[in-house]
């Protein structure tokens, strides 16, 4: 399994970023994609996930909004659209999947296996 983030970056409060999550090496026609965030000294956060078969997405109150997770079959990648970024929402963002019939709530970080590696989203 691998997954790839991409897009992260600084941006100014008020301002967009579109985050990518390109994914290879198992069945994402049948997963759950997640994205996640960690700040420095706090836990990881489930911000949004999409089961890829059906496309229903999932978002926590936080971002609930602003945010929109999206999918594109095609590619194999999974998208993160930020818009109205504050200062809060500077994170590592991480993408991460699993099988969309694993136990679990959608937005914990414990019930997923494989991960990518992060992107940075600094807000300013």
């Known amino acids: 399994v691998q997954l790839v983030e991409s897009g992260g970056g600084s941006v100014q409060a008020g301002g967009s970023l579109r985050l990518s999550c390109a994914a290879s090496g198992y069945t994402y026609s049948s997963s759950l994609t997640g994205w996640f965030r960690q700040a420095p000294g706090k836990e990881r956060e489930g911000v949004a996930a999409?089961?890829?078969?059906?496309?229903?997405?999932h978002y926590a109150d936080s971002v609930r909004g602003r945010f929109t997770i999206s999918q594109d079959n095609a590619k194999n990648t999974v998208y993160l659209q930020m818009n109205s970024l504050t200062p809060g929402d500077t994170a590592m963002y991480y993408c991460?999947?699993?099988?969309?019939?694993?136990?679990?709530?959608?937005?914990?970080?414990?019930?997923?296996?494989?991960w990518g590696q992060g992107t940075q989203v600094t807000v300013s």
């Open positions: 999409i089961y890829i078969g059906g496309g229903i997405a």
């Open positions: 991460a999947a699993r099988p969309e019939g694993a136990m679990g709530w959608v937005l914990d970080s414990l019930k997923y296996n494989d």
